[in-house]
């Protein structure tokens, strides 16, 4: 069958070729147009830009002005940059246009390619983002494709985080904006959080350009982006759970001290609800089962953990009043370190000490569901089609597969598997000599900082001068990867994805010209450069007669993504080159894939110290195991997506929301409607559907009225009434507070009162949508267990993540409408009594400044010593240091 599919592919071309065949008729349509846009004037294209933009005004499609687009966008990047972009970065370009990933080798421009699908998009002056892996990347291409932009009558805008506010909203105005994926995502959160509709910096997601799409989209999309702050104040609940926990017996729970965990058996969950019920923290007939008891139920797990699986002076210290945790493999504290998710919090209690708030989630979105907002995606990158799978099922994206501009003359050799990680660095010491000698640059690849230091540590006594690149520093980075293809450099790399700078045979020749200015800066700039692409040209030859950039990696990556970006750093633009991966047994893949057999067969074919063996079908058996590896990591990642999906369409129910009653100028209807629905709960609460008079409950509804709508009214004169029934209190419940909130309206101000509403409306909802975050996450760390009851934990998620929205917008409506019931315009007293107690607090801050000033260079303590630390007495971390230096004592002596 392997023999049909080879042949009919012979016949009929991949489907990648078809593709690009597709495009040809478009790419000669844009060479065609090339002379009559060479013969404007720079003020001509940007009265073309003018001109598209009007016709798309008119109903012009965007895929119609295609080729104008392009061939206006070309020339400019030719007069504004010196580039004349090759066919093969217009295919680039198209395919991004239409939504899909554009996979093209290392050095082939994919910074030039974006400039066309971005300025033809942009045309439609809905914004189009152009996102990158890192700040320094942003900038530097926003700087440099701001000229062409520039050139075509577009504005250019850089987002970055610690921006100014205003200037932030001037950069996503922008026609074209870059910025990276975390501040685009924190950007996304922090607008859903702001309470009116001219403080919010984005202005929609129609059309993105994703570079390095793989590393952003897959990669990073296994952590969501979340914005937490201060929880509301639990400490009661701690203690009230915390009180219960030894009344347990060894019956009411299982201990597993391999593992750590603790699990309550079914007598112990009767036993602790039936507690919980009486102590008042689970309200009279709701259970622990039922979705709205999550938190506690995760607060009751947490504080039998905080009991059962963490000892006094083994795990943690208590100091001061503070717990500190101990670390198991050094027993040194580790002070500022806390258990996340209450448990912390849970120890505290069972210790009686302060009870700390913890951090709680206020906002969260992962990479996959942000991405999906843009009408339309598209991305950019060397290596996409191992994961082309993912990018379809999960973001509706294609692969492209662009040619390169010139064929690829690089040697890629077989891989060399050694016995031992000694075998292999002797090998790789040895490699490199020899590459050295003949002044061939090559390209250490290695998968972690420390791995790196210690080639570094070998090379450097074999005496090979050599450079060691870590993610350190952008700006350093970018002159160290310029640097690696000059004659005999050597550099040692972790991970070349995303470097977003060429490695060029003889070096950068643009990094070598702004070095020289910057030396000599009185001599002329062109000079210079006529000096330095000389002596550059002979290095360039110098380099491809010594064989190109030799690219050595040290060991596989577990993804051979990783694997083929470092093997496409070499043989860019048709160069010369050579790649080859040292491996040993040793190593982490070769380890955990089954290295024991083929380390019994070696050995059997007798193989000598320092030899190597090199077979395709070693080769073969690798690239499974890598397939095994990121189909394992891509489950993970679709069933995180799946969870965050019942939670994103939450969240766009919630932020659509917010949205409507920011540009609202008037909400006073769906107030009323909120308020109305509140009063149909209410009766039906206390008046059930077909039951008799005597059956209703009218003392607790009066009550209830009291209390939450702020009106004392006869509801029980009226349920005596003849012939009265449970729509005609209804009506009139619904006449009293609509009469009551008039009252109010008018003595506030209509204007006033809108305003009341709205702000009231998002604060609300705000925190509404703050606990159900945090009930979601206690729900989601403890539906894993239904398994074990052989039900579906997706499943049951939905259904009582569902039942849980349910009640947060029932939640919604009673306390905003019970919050509109409370407010009352302050009377002329209230007013000078608030004016009167701010006064006093002034005064109070100012007379604490003044003893502040005073006490801040106090005298240091009866008979303190430096050197003696006997003398000091026994302060605790945030007393004042008693050697009177004004200070903390954790921040001055006691840091040492």
Wanted: proline share 3%.
């Amino acid at each position: 069958m392997l023999g049909i599919g080879k042949l009919a592919k012979k016949v009929f071309g991949t489907a990648n070729d078809r593709k690009v065949k597709s495009v040809r008729p478009l790419i000669a349509k844009i060479n065609a147009l090339e002379p009559e846009f060479a013969a404007l004037d720079d003020n001509g294209l940007k009265a073309k830009t003018a001109e598209f933009k009007e016709r798309i005004e008119k109903g012009e499609s965007l895929d119609s002005l295609l080729p104008e687009a392009f061939a206006n966008c070309r020339e400019a990047a030719k007069r504004a940059l010196g580039l004349r972009a090759f066919e093969t970065q217009l295919m680039g370009g198209i395919f991004l246009h239409q939504g899909n990933i554009a996979e093209m080798k290392t050095g082939e421009g994919k910074t030039l390619v974006a400039t066309f699908p971005a300025y033809l998009n942009a045309l439609s002056g809905k914004g189009v983002h152009v996102v990158t892996v890192n700040d320094y990347l942003a900038r530097r291409d926003a700087e440099w494709m701001s000229k062409v932009y520039g050139a075509l009558g577009l504005t250019t805008g850089v987002v970055v985080p610690q921006q100014p506010e205003a200037e932030k909203r001037q950069a996503y105005a922008c026609d074209i904006t870059y910025a990276t994926n975390n501040e685009l995502g924190f950007d996304y959160l922090r607008d859903n959080m702001k309470s009116e509709l001219s403080q919010m910096t984005q202005r929609g997601h129609n059309f993105a350009i994703v570079d390095e799409v793989d590393s952003i989209l897959v990669d990073e999309a296994r952590t969501p982006l979340i914005i937490s702050g201060p929880a509301q104040d639990r400490s009661e609940l701690y203690r009230a759970v915390d009180a219960l926990v030894p009344e347990l017996t060894a019956e009411h729970y299982e201990l597993d001290e391999k593992t750590k965990n603790v699990t309550f058996t079914d007598e112990g969950n009767d036993f602790i609800e039936a507690r919980l019920v009486a102590a008042g923290v689970l309200p009279e007939g709701q259970s622990l089962y039922d979705p709205e008891s999550s938190t506690v139920v995760h607060h009751v797990n947490q504080g039998l953990r905080a009991h059962k699986l963490f000892a006094k002076d083994k795990d943690y210290i208590v100091r001061n009043g503070e717990v500190v945790l101990i670390d198991e493999f050094t027993g040194r504290m580790m002070h500022g370190r806390r258990l996340s998710d209450g448990l912390h919090q849970a120890i505290e209690a069972k210790e009686g000490c302060d009870i700390q708030p913890e951090n709680v989630t206020l906002a969260s979105v992962t990479f996959q569901n942000y991405f999906r907002l843009y009408s339309t995606l598209s991305g950019m990158t060397g290596t996409a089609l191992t994961e082309a799978d993912e990018f379809m099922e999960i973001y509706g994206l294609g692969v492209v597969e662009v040619p390169t501009n010139r064929p690829i003359a690089r040697k890629d050799e077989h891989d060399q598997v050694y016995r031992t990680t000694r075998e292999k660095y002797d090998a790789i010491v040895k490699e490199i000599k020899i590459a050295n000698e003949k002044q061939q640059p090559v390209l250490v690849g290695t998968t972690s900082i420390e791995k790196s230091e210690q080639l570094s540590q070998l090379l450097t006594q074999a005496g090979i001068k050599h450079n060691v690149l870590n993610a350190r520093q952008h700006e350093q980075e970018a002159q160290i990867v310029a640097d690696a293809g000059k004659l005999g450099a050597v550099t040692i790399a972790t991970n070349m994805a995303g470097r977003g700078t060429d490695i060029k045979l003889g070096g950068n020749v643009e990094m070598k010209v702004l070095e020289a200015i910057a030396q000599n800066p009185d001599a002329h700039p062109d000079e210079i450069r006529a000096r330095i692409e000389g002596e550059h040209a002979a290095e360039e030859e110098a380099v491809k007669a010594a064989g190109g950039l030799f690219v050595l990696a040290t060991e596989r990556h577990e993804s051979r993504r990783i694997d083929n970006q470092l093997r496409g750093r070499s043989g860019r633009q048709g160069d010369p080159g050579r790649s080859v991966f040292f491996l040993s047994l040793e190593d982490d893949l070769m380890r955990i894939f089954g290295s024991d057999r083929l380390d019994k067969v070696l050995s059997s074919l007798g193989m000598k110290d320092g030899e190597a063996i090199v077979h395709p079908w070693v080769n073969k058996s690798l690239e499974r195991a890598q397939a095994k590896v990121e189909g394992r990591n891509f489950d993970i990642r679709k069933q995180l997506l799946k969870f965050d999906d019942v939670m994103n369409d939450q969240r766009k129910v919630i932020f659509s929301q917010r949205r409507e009653i920011m540009e609202a100028n008037d909400l006073a209807e769906i107030v009323q409607d909120m308020r109305h629905e509140f009063i149909d709960d209410l009766v039906d609460k206390h008046i059930p559907a077909r039951s008799y008079a005597d059956q209703w409950n009218v003392e607790a509804l009066r009550a209830d009225v009291k209390s939450k709508l702020g009106l004392d009214l006869p509801i029980e004169d009226w349920a005596a009434e003849e012939g009265v029934d449970d729509s005609d209190i209804r009506e009139r419940l619904f006449e009293a507070t609509d009469a009551f909130m008039a009252e109010k309206t008018a003595a506030f101000g209509d204007a006033t009162m809108r305003q009341i509403e709205k702000q009231i409306l998002l604060q609300t909802i705000d925190a509404k949508w703050r606990d159900h975050l945090l009930r979601l996450e206690h729900l989601r760390s403890v539906v894993g267990f239904r398994g074990y009851a052989q039900r579906d934990p997706l499943n049951e998620y939905k259904t009582e993540s569902f039942q849980l929205f349910e009640s947060l917008l029932e939640g919604l409506r009673e306390d905003v409408t019970e919050k509109l019931s409370q407010i009352r315009p302050m009377t002329q007293e209230e007013q000078q009594a608030m004016i009167a107690q701010m006064v006093e607090q002034q005064r109070r801050a100012q007379a604490a400044a003044t003893a502040g000033a005073v006490a801040a260079n106090p005298a240091a303590a009866p008979g303190f010593d430096e050197s003696d630390p006997s003398t000091w007495g026994n302060p605790s971390r945030n007393d004042p240091c008693p050697c009177g230096s004004g200070e903390k004592f954790k921040h001055c002596h006691g840091k040492h």
